[in-house]
């Protein structure tokens, strides 16, 4: 059974991490959220969360700042992926992390009871004391100090830390 938006945030609770919900329209693009952003008073970093396969059909969860632009035949490599990336279908994503288009998110690996999604953060992001991600469900936004975040998320699975810029990756 997947795990839906109230019961991550029950988990979080448990765990004392403190969170800031935002309800709003759905959000599928980058472009839409970067407009109520400024309205809803978001501080902390803005992410984009992309969902990814390679040819062997091995999958990867990117989350990154939502400025960030990103050349999938440049972070192959970094990724140690199997030939080229390519964005996984609405099928997979929702096989391996139980959400559908537009709802993806760090969050969402708390659905991947096989553990065969690989993990990259951007480091960049451990530079904002907050972050922001849609908590399994694009009508909302939990703002969450980032430290938290990183460690309920390694609760859940490695975590890969890449630098953007230099390709390099790390474990957190």
Same mark, same amino acid.
């Given at each position: 059974m997947k795990l839906e938006a %109230?019961?991550?945030?029950? #988990?979080?609770? +448990? %765990?004392?991490?403190?969170?800031?919900l935002f309800e709003h329209e759905a959000f599928y693009t980058v +472009? +839409?959220?970067?407009?109520? %952003?400024?309205d809803l008073d978001m501080h902390g970093a803005h992410t984009k969360n992309l969902f $990814?396969?390679?040819?062997?059909?091995?999958?990867?969860l990117l989350s990154c700042l939502d400025n960030q632009e990103i050349d999938l035949k440049e972070i192959k490599? #970094? $990724?140690?992926?199997?030939?080229n990336l390519s964005f996984g279908s609405p099928e997979y994503l929702y096989e391996k992390l139980g959400v559908k288009p537009g709802s993806v998110s760090p969050y969402a690996?708390?659905?991947n009871n096989? %553990?065969?999604?690989?993990?990259?953060?951007?480091?960049?992001? $451990? +530079?904002?004391e907050l972050c922001?991600?849609?908590?399994l469900d694009n009508t909302k936004t939990i703002q969450v100090k980032t430290d938290d975040c990183l460690e309920f998320l390694k609760s859940l699975c490695e975590v890969k830390l890449i630098n953007l810029k230099t390709k390099e990756v790390s474990i957190a």
């Open positions: %109230k019961n991550l945030l029950d #988990a979080l609770s +448990e %765990k004392g991490i403190n969170y800031k +472009e +839409e959220s970067s407009r109520l %952003k400024n $990814l396969r390679d040819k062997k059909r091995n999958f990867y490599n #970094a $990724l140690q992926c199997q030939g690996l708390v659905n096989d %553990k065969d999604v690989s993990f990259y953060l951007d480091i960049s992001i $451990l +530079e904002f922001n991600f849609h908590p």
